[in-house]
């Protein structure tokens, strides 16, 4: 299957005259199609609610997007919790999933009315004695340990993974925090990353689903909502079959009517907190290409490198790319596609088959819409990208400016000898 970009090349050379590469250019059009899916697919559930995932993307202008779609905030972190309230997106329209999380990011949670989702048993007493009390709605996130298959196999292991409770600690946290007054409940669970599969979601929501009959039965305690966290992931590479989130949301909807409905609990909010399938197709990275070297193989340098878009560092992951202007042309030239920073493994792509490209060539970077501008950062004094949104209209607007090397220096105002720093124009 060809994978082409969401922008033409004659877009994009227009695009390019009013913003310098690299920069991350984000689909509008795609975004609220996607959106709209996704609310779709869940609407049999009258409490349906997504949580955004604020770490894939943290911008506030795709965050407001999705919230004209109900979408809330998963927030993970203080600045997160701040920029969410900032939008007026607050109380129990975000969610604060954290791990080892300070105490002052709690206070501020339950101070703008945000659902904690706690991490650990022992944080039962952490919040207590950090807020002086409990909230009235609390969730738990829960990790079955081991290796969590379903029909197509292994998924992952998250007998290995530091966050949740085991089933045990679960059991005791909810009975304690009963006792303690909690008149809300909910469970997550966050299990495998990046599923290209329509089972994950209808697997795990029978795990939970039978887990929510047993704590009913052992603890009498009936959940109000129930979040399938993430894992719904994206085709990165062009031969991968995409999820359908209508096919997902109807297996849900099955498992629901098989597990809860004859439970007496066919009321349970159905929760999502998806970030990946919410953006990640419809971002790239645009760079140019700036060098070309050829030793014992043939190098593309870019204008981008792993501190705009780290994946492929990190991960080892594959981005698709396309030269633009060239996407019908025979890719018979062999290359690694590198950036500028002084590692090795600083290359987008590896002994990729690729059509010749020349200095100049703008290079689309694909399904960087989630974590990655987010995962930017500043090694060799490398500095992040600008972001901008490619309108439904057509046009494209500046949604977060490029810093600059004076935006680096300024944590270190507290040295005299930078306050007379030059900067080049």
């Not at 329209?93 to 048993?121: K, R, W, Y």
């Not at 030239?333 to 703008?362: Q, W």
């Amino acid at each position: 299957m060809k994978k082409l970009p969401f922008v033409t090349n004659e877009q994009l050379q227009e695009i390019v005259k009013q913003f310098p590469t690299p920069f991350y250019l984000y689909d509008e059009k795609g975004i609220r199609e996607n959106a709209k899916a996704v609310k779709e697919a869940f609407s049999w559930n009258k409490g349906y609610k997504e949580y955004f995932a604020v770490k894939a993307t943290p911008n506030p202008f795709l965050i407001q997007i999705l919230h004209e779609y109900g979408c809330g905030c998963d927030c993970s972190s203080m600045t997160e919790l701040m920029l969410s309230d900032a939008l007026s997106i607050c109380g129990e329209d975000i969610m604060f999933s954290s791990n080892d999380t300070p105490p002052q990011e709690f206070a501020f949670a339950d101070e703008i009315g945000a659902i904690i989702n706690l991490d650990d048993f022992t944080h039962i007493d952490f919040l207590e004695k950090t807020i002086g009390k409990i909230p009235k709605t609390i969730s738990c996130r829960y990790n079955p340990g081991g290796v969590y298959e379903i029909s197509n196999g292994i998924m992952d292991n998250p007998g290995e993974s530091k966050y949740g409770f085991t089933k045990e600690q679960l059991f005791e946290g909810y009975q304690i925090l009963k006792e303690k007054g909690v008149e809300r409940f909910g469970l997550h669970a966050f299990l495998v990353s990046n599923t290209v599969t329509n089972d994950y979601y209808p697997a795990l929501a029978k795990t939970l689903f039978e887990l929510v009959v047993e704590i009913k039965e052992k603890l009498g305690i009936s959940m109000s909502f129930i979040n399938l966290s993430g894992g719904v992931g994206i085709p990165y590479r062009p031969e991968e079959t995409p999820n359908d989130i209508q096919k997902i949301g109807e297996g849900v909807r099955q498992v629901y009517e098989e597990v809860l409905v004859p439970a007496g609990l066919g009321d349970v909010a159905i929760y999502t907190e998806m970030g990946r399938f919410m953006t990640g197709p419809y971002g790239c990275l645009v760079t140019r290409a700036i060098h070309e070297k050829h030793t014992y193989k043939e190098y593309i340098g870019v204008d981008a490198c792993a501190a705009n878009l780290m994946r492929p560092a990190m991960y080892n992951a594959y981005h698709h790319i396309t030269v633009m202007g060239k996407e019908d042309a025979p890719c018979d030239h062999m290359y690694d596609v590198t950036g500028s920073l002084c590692e090795n493994n600083d290359k987008f792509a590896i002994n990729r088959m690729l059509p010749k490209i020349d200095k100049g060539d703008l290079l689309v970077i694909h399904d960087t819409g989630a974590h990655g501008f987010a995962m930017g950062y500043n090694y060799n004094g490398r500095l992040w990208s600008s972001e901008v949104l490619l309108k439904e209209d057509g046009s494209a607007q500046l949604i977060r400016r490029a810093q600059t090397p004076k935006d680096y220096f300024a944590t270190f105002d507290c040295f005299d000898i930078l306050k007379d720093m030059k900067y080049p124009e």
